[in-house]
Structures are given as structure tokens and as C-alpha cells.
């Protein structure tokens, strides 16, 4: 392992910013989890779960770039593939606390973000021309996107009288299609421009990544909190 990190390496330093971070939002999910009614507790766990298993890719993306200097692409997309599901069913788990939602909201969003990130390995590995790769990656985020806005999960949500859950639910539709489209635009600047240089793509992913990951979670934790506190 190479624990140098020099004062100037901005990239490496934001690398090591996040996994603390990430870290810290951990031990928070996981604590705070007492304060909420047993019903938000499976999605404080979730929360958890999310920005351990960033954590824990985070300390080696931070040793392939601090060593390398190149892009830990691989790590990137393990992570990705454990986390934008968990990710997605945190819309399934929040209407749950408070709806009975039936399961297939729960398989399409879990389908439809592992279909979006397969396509995307397979264009960043070789399996598949990376041109080609985008668009079907594309169209499975429109499905998620569409579900969420238009399809059953957002019928469901309208229908709540509980506008904790109703506020949560709306900023995680934001971040899902506003905070989210930096990656894909990373993957376009990358294979469809010239690309941009790997320091840059990388900063720009993990600062999406705080919001992605961290702030996705606090949206959740701040509505438990007040959904349970509203009834204590
Ligand atoms: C914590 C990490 C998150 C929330 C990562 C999200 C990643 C995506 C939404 C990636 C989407 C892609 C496309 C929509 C098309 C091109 C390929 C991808 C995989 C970059």
C-alpha cells in the first residue's frame, strides 16, 4: 500500500475527503436508526449500507489513483452495481412506511438501474462498442426516471397524507435525475467528445457522490425523524 499523499494532489486528497465522509454519514445511519419509528428503520439501514460499501470502495479507488494516477473504473462500477439498487429501493422502502406498495414498483426499479449499469460496464469494459452501450443504458434511466415521476411508485406517493414522506420523495426524484445525469455525462464526455482529463472526471464523480450517496440519505433521515417525531 502507498500511504504517501502529496499536499498538492487535489484529486487523491478529495478521494480521501469522501471516504471520511462517508464513514462518518455510516456510523450516523446506523446510530441514528434508534431515534426513528420501527418502520424507517429498514431505511436508515439502507442509508448505511449505501456509504459503507462507498466507504469501503473509496479506500481503494484512493490507492489506485494516489498509486496510478488513473481511474479506478473497475471499483467504480462494483460500487456502483451495489448501490444505485439499494439506491432506488430506498423510493420502494419510504412508501412502505407509510402505504402498502406492491412489489413490482420494488423489481422495476431494482431491473431497471441494474439494466442501466450493466449496459454502462459493458461499454466501459470492451463487451460492448461504448457509442453503442449508451443508449440502452439511457433509455433503463428514463425507465427508472418515468416510474418515479409518472409511473405506479409516484401515483403511490401522490396519494400519501403524509407530506414527510411526500417532501423526502420529491428531493430523491431531483437528485435521481438532476444529481444523477453527471455520470452519465461524464460517460459522454468520455466516449463521445474528446474526454476530459481523468483528474477532472474524477473530482467531478466523487463530489456527485457526496450528494448522491450522503445527502440522498440525510433527505431520508430527516424525514423519519420528523414522521416519528409528528407522532411521539
Ligand atoms: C452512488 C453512485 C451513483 C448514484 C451512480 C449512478 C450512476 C448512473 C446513474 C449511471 C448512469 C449511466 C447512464 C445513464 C448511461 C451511460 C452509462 C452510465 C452507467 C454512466
Known amino acids: 500500500m502507498n500511504y504517501i499523499l502529496p499536499a498538492d494532489d487535489y484529486v487523491g486528497i478529495s478521494f480521501w475527503l469522501i471516504s471520511m465522509a462517508l464513514v462518518a454519514a455510516t456510523a450516523f445511519f446506523f446510530i441514528e436508526r434508534d431515534r426513528v419509528a420501527g418502520k424507517w428503520k429498514t431505511s436508515l439501514t439502507v442509508s448505511g449500507l449505501v456509504t459503507l460499501i462507498a466507504a469501503v470502495h473509496y479506500f481503494y479507488m484512493r490507492e489506485v489513483w494516489v498509486s496510478t494516477g488513473e481511474s479506478p473504473t473497475a471499483f467504480r462500477y462494483i460500487d456502483w452495481l451495489l448501490t444505485v439498487p439499494l439506491l432506488m429501493i430506498e423510493f420502494y422502502l419510504i412508501l412502505s412506511a407509510v402505504a402498502k406498495v406492491p412489489g413490482g414498483v420494488f423489481w422495476r ?99 456527485a457522490d457526496v450528494w448522491n450517496k450522503i445527502a440522498f440519505g440525510v433527505v431520508i433521515w430527516a424525514a423519519a425523524v420528523a414522521d416519528t417525531e409528528s407522532k411521539a
Open 109 to 207: 426499479l431494482l431491473v431497471g438501474s441494474v439494466v442501466m449499469l450493466g449496459f454502462g460496464f459493458a461499454g466501459e469494459t470492451g463487451m460492448m462498442a461504448a457509442k453503442l452501450a449508451f443508449w440502452p443504458a439511457m433509455a433503463a434511466w428514463g425507465f427508472i426516471i418515468w416510474e418515479i415521476f409518472k409511473g405506479e411508485a409516484s401515483q403511490i406517493n401522490a396519494g400519501l397524507s403524509n407530506d414527510h414522506v411526500q417532501k423526502a420523495y420529491r428531493t430523491m426524484t431531483l437528485l435521481v435525475t438532476v444529481g444523477w445525469a453527471i455520470y452519465p455525462l461524464g460517460y459522454f464526455i468520455g466516449y463521445f467528445t474528446g474526454g476530459a482529463d481523468a483528474g477532472t472526471m474524477n473530482i467531478i464523480y466523487n463530489i
